[in-house]
T-cell receptor
Framework: GAGVSQSPSNKVTEKGKDVELRCDPISGHTALYWYRQSLGQGLEFLIYFQGNSAPDKSGLPSDRFSAERTGGSVSTLTIQRTQQEDSAVYLC???????????FGSGTRLTVV | QQQVKQSPQSLIVQKGGIPIINCAYENTAFDYFPWYQQFPGKGPALLIAIRPDVSEKKEGRFTISFNKSAKQFSLHIMDSQPGDSATYFCAAGFNYQLIWGAGTKLIIKP
């Protein structure tokens, strides 16, 4: 596609439920990143994919968070047993050349009630 | 050593003024220094970027000044407009990774 597509754009879930967030990167971009941005805050790195493998998952805040990427394309970020502190905007970015040339999606706003 | 320190946290400038946002880094392995602009409800978008072999880069009204010896770089916005009101993030990159500043919320008053 023309840009990075994320779905859903908004998600409200009850505490304790599992959620799945989807990222569809720019076609041909081998690098894919997930970030978390709390209201009015900076970007918190979560995980990096190169192709289908994740050489850097150091930013995942707990074992409730996991991500996968299939076919070198679509990625899914899963949060199990959601907590209120998980409420944030989850941003996905893809890149052809690593650090040079991130393109971000518009994010998924997750609200845990 | 991986930190990027960005200042100020917020900035209010009159239309036509020149807001300046500063960033400092420590790791000399960084070789790519972009600035991103983020509007509410949107993801950050690449605005302008520089590599350490040049001291200045200009694109339209946006200029990056880079001081390799001081390990500092800054964004200048000439003839600022209300439409430039946004949050600006600097970053420093190496290989696949970008290390981000905390962001500057810029407001341009009409």
């Amino acid at each position: 596609g023309a840009g990075v597509s994320q779905s859903p754009s908004n998600k409200v879930t009850e505490k304790g439920k599992d959620v799945e967030l989807r990222c569809d990167p720019i076609s041909g971009h081998t690098a894919l990143y997930w970030y978390r941005q709390s209201l009015g805050q900076g970007l918190e790195f979560l995980i990096y994919f190169q192709g289908n493998s994740a050489p850097d998952k150091s930013g995942l805040p707990s074992d409730r968070f996991s991500a996968e990427r299939t076919g070198g394309s679509v990625s899914t970020l899963t949060i199990q047993r959601t907590q209120q502190e998980d409420s944030a905007v989850y941003l996905c970015a893809s890149s052809l050349l690593g650090a040079d040339g991130y393109t971000f999606g518009s994010g998924t706003r997750l609200t845990v009630v | 050593q991986q930190q990027v320190k960005q200042s100020p946290q917020s900035l209010i400038v009159q239309k036509g003024g020149i807001p300046i946002i500063n960033c400092a880094y420590e790791n000399t392995a960084f070789d790519y220094f972009p600035w991103y602009q983020q509007f509410p409800g949107k993801g950050p978008a690449l605005l302008i970027a520089i590599r350490p072999d040049v001291s200045e880069k200009k694109e339209g009204r946006f200029t990056i000044s880079f001081n390799k010896s001081a390990k500092q770089f800054s964004l200048h916005i000439m003839d600022s407009q209300p439409g430039d009101s946004a949050t600006y993030f600097c970053a420093a990159g190496f290989n696949y990774q970008l290390i981000w500043g905390a962001g500057t919320k810029l407001i341009i008053k009409p």
